[in-house]
């Protein structure tokens, strides 16, 4: 990510692994140095810079695991995809074979025989991606003052291959002939880039707690064998009681750059304070005592020494400045758990849970993410926080998350927030129209049509359908717009060949009539909806005739509940709901094919217990995609593909449009030449504004279409 990648997507399965950003890609020259078990441990002992990535074991390991468990791995860069393979004899890196491929970014792909991936794995990686997405970076080159003379002559021994000036221009950004003529300048360690007090609460080894954590940051340099180094030493720390009986003692991992190490600290707490062990620290701190504390620590720098070639940081030299952070923010957060403030406003609760809640709700960042989504991510924690009973999601949706993203452009700049539709603009003449949603409007105001060719042709792909046929079985029918854009970020209507339709609420005639054709066209309807009474009303009477559409259709056993049923909304969250009679709602529910464990939980009968309902927004866009997904392979939905005789009038309908492209490609400079040697009306403004005075239903280019068409 610090070399331009502004999103990383982990994607897999138990037998293989996908890892894809949108970066500038590797260059071909150096993907097999990059990617080998053989591939030295240097970068960070000579090369300083305060970035991800400096240690170089990462890409060994990788290599290595492939290799040790007979595995497969592709690294697709700038266009080509490469199979590497590990000589077992040299240990080098050779490429087995390479093709081109499409995909933009650098794409590095992992298959095992047999399943070493958890779906922990999978979590703990997109966590690592979301922490390395938070607050500033340091862009610029090494300094001449982060080396001591033997570092710098360490530096350029290694560099076998390279010049003095080549060296100096890739490290310091200045090539000299002579070391001694790089300048010494000061660094201001402000530059070096921080996390910022809001980190994702993606690495709770305690489990998430609602108590905000306390933090501190503290900056400085330090010296290292004669060079000066900068620092910026970062903790977080929360605390919650602790029972009698209950151990205090916990570990975890520290950062570095950005990245989270695989090092353990500990920390256990007693009524003298808190201590923390480790990697060369070893302190106590007064007045931190005995609580279940959650501790993160960061430090960003270009030097940060290590005990052993096991990748083993020394963190004795930041010692002091570690102590100070971690003991100011610890402090605090005792306070804090033993006189907590009385509330917090849901203004300020919403602010300090806004970039947690989106990037829980868009797979940290990876996919579109409703604002309603967001709101049911950040709404039990802004609840708990304020100690407020109620929670207006409009007053979220509308002013808390449009207020944050403005306050803080720079962090929310790469969002994808959408919002539904509310209305349409429709185009004159054209008759366009666009739906007034974040997504629609956003693709209107980019598109500018360039003023192309007379005439293109093009060997469309797609054989010309209208309905099913040779298109689609099944139909998904949502009850709510607004996951447009999830769907079609993921593909989901073309990886399983099937139609989406959605509507606000109950079903309209109009998709009664469409739904009655398509069932008797065999097509299945499959409903996704709300765990409520109005989801289950939708569900029970979206085949069964109404007074304005009455089904020609037997529709038994063609439309099937997708759900959210009971068992899909285990651990999500629930809103409460007021119900004027509980037994007539009770009795809906009922009605609707509800069970009595279901009807219980949405409508007790106990007047005293609230009732619930759980929106399909309840899911973050990951969960909703996963569920739908694996919703349609357990009820066998498949690819298209039609019998051959269509296949052979597809085929031979694209290679007759390819044959006429190429004619009038071949034609194309003739006609041209002709085209330009056409007088044109000296007049013709003149004639056009007389053209559309006259018929003010043309626009100004039907009227150019009218008077010149019989120049021709």
Known sequence: MDSGARKVSVTGDAWRCRVHDDGPGIAPAQITALFAVNRPLLSSKLKRLPTRGMLGNGLRVVMGAVAAFKGKICVTSRGVCYELATNAVTGETEIVRWTARDDFGTVVEIQFGRGWFFAADFDFARGVIAVAQSGTVYTGFSQRAWYSRKAVDQLIAAAKDATIPEITKEVFGVAVDNIDLLPIKPFDPVKIGEMGDVLPGCYTEIGETAVPFCYRIIRGTIE?????????????????????????????????????????????????????????????????????????LSIISPLVQLTSDGKA??????????????GGAAREAYQQMIRPATSMSKKDAAAALMEQAYMQASGNGELPAKARQIMYAARGEILRLTGAKKFNDDYFTQTLLPDYITAHPDKTANWDVVYDAR?????????????????????????????????ALGAASLYPT???????????????????????????????????????????????TL?????????????????????????????TDSRRHKFKTDMSGKVIDLGLRLEDVRGLEAETVEVKSRIKRRAKLR?????????????????????????LNAMTSPQLVAFVERKLAEHGVAKVVPEDKVIEKHARRVLERALTEKAIREMALEIQREVANIELPPDLAAQINALVAERRVLSWDQAVSDIVEGLA
């Open 224 to 296: 290292i064998d004669g060079a000066v180094i900068p620092f910026c030493v970062e903790a977080w720390v929360g605390a919650n009681n602790a029972e009698r009986d209950e151990g205090t003692a916990y570990m975890f991992h520290p950062f570095i750059n950005r990245t989270l190490t695989l090092a353990n600290l500990t920390y256990w707490a007693d009524s003298a304070g808190l201590r923390v062990h480790g990697c060369g620290l070893d302190f106590k701190i007064a007045g931190a005592k005995r609580a279940n504390y959650e501790l993160k």
């Open 591 to 615: 009605k609707h094919g509800a069970t009595e464990e279901e009807i219980e939980f949405l409508v007790p009968i106990d007047a005293d217990t609230k009732c619930r309902r759980v929106e």
């Open 466 to 512: 209208s309905g099913p046929e040779n298109r689609y079985g099944d139909v998904l029918f949502v009850e709510k717009e607004g996951f447009d854009e999830l769907w079609e970020a993921v593909r989901l209507a073309e990886r399983f060949d099937i139609a989406i339709m959605s509507t606000k609420g109950m079903s309209v005639g109009a998709a009664r």
């Open 423 to 455: 209305g349409n603009l429709t185009e004159p003449h054209t008759g366009r129209r666009v739906p007034l949603g974040t997504i629609q409007v956003r693709t209107y105001l980019g598109q500018r049509a360039p003023l192309g060719p007379a005439v």
């Open 313 to 326: 940081p020394f963190f004795g030299d930041f010692h002091e400045h570690i102590e100070k952070a971690v």
């Open 515 to 543: 739904l009655d054709s398509l069932v008797k066209q065999g097509v299945r309807v499959f409903v996704l909806r709300d765990f409520d009474v109005w989801g289950f009303s939708i569900f029970g009477t979206l085949g």
